[in-house]
């Protein structure tokens, strides 16, 4: 079966401190994945992707995730959060096979403290 | 000019009733969806659309009808209201496989 698992529903974090979200996700075709980021009551727009290629992708706000095909998991990582990356954060995986086909995991709420 | 833009914002309405929830696109993609986010912020995908064809139909009560009237639209019209049908309704599109999906800001559907 295809799915995504984000084991953390919250992660709680000092400010300036580094930050890593799992994602792992199950499938028996590539995968292109994806990082989601959604600040309250706006929509979801794009961190990161990993489509080839290198494995370790490069995002806005100072993000990164690494694709990891033997461990099936993509973690997103930044090394100093700011207040301001308060927000939930979603992994998404689509499927080579189905190309319209797009799944999100549950989200994990990253909260800041100063 | 917003890339996706959905229409209304915010919807309170009494079960039993009918509503339509409108969106549109200006990116020329060929993809569009509809994905529900509940209060957990669990995202579902509901339908998806590739050049005015319905190619995905999740486990989604008939009460829910798409309809792409051309590549650029795609309405979601909802029969008969039910409390459990209150959540946030995304419109999204992709140009294809392994294409950033790009979101709406969402319409706040609130049954009561």
């Known amino acids: 079966a295809q799915s995504v698992t984000q084991l953390d529903s919250q992660v709680p974090v000092f400010e300036e401190a580094p930050v890593e979200l799992r994602c792992n996700y199950s499938?028996?075709?590539?995968?292109?994945l994806f990082w989601y980021v959604q600040y309250p009551n706006q929509g979801l727009q794009l961190l990161l992707k990993?489509?080839?290629?290198?494995?370790l992708v490069k995002g806005i706000n100072g993000f990164e995730a690494e694709f990891n095909k033997s461990q099936t998991s993509f973690h997103l990582r930044k090394p100093s959060v700011h207040i301001s990356d308060t927000a939930e954060y979603f992994c998404?995986?689509?499927?080579?096979?189905?190309?319209?086909?797009?799944?999100f995991g549950s989200g994990t709420r990253l909260s800041i403290r100063p | 000019d917003t890339a996706v833009s959905q229409t209304p914002k915010y919807l309170v309405t009494q079960m039993g009733n009918d509503k339509s929830i409108k969106c549109e696109q200006n990116?020329?993609?060929?993809?569009m969806y509809w994905y529900k986010q509940d209060s957990k912020k669990f995202l579902k995908i509901m339908f998806s659309y590739n050049n005015k064809e319905l190619i995905i139909n999740e486990t989604v009560p008939n009460r829910f009808s798409p309809k792409s009237p051309d590549k650029a639209h795609l309405n979601l019209h909802i029969n008969s209201l039910e409390l459990g049908d209150s959540a946030v309704y995304f419109c999204a599109t992709a140009a294809g496989s392994g294409n950033t999906i790009y979101f709406g800001e969402g319409s706040w559907l609130t049954v009561v």
């Open positions: 499938s028996s075709v590539s995968v292109y």
């Open positions: 990993y489509l080839s290629g290198s494995t």
């Open positions: 990116l020329g993609h060929d993809t």
């Open positions: 998404a995986v689509s499927f080579h096979s189905s190309a319209s086909k797009i799944i």
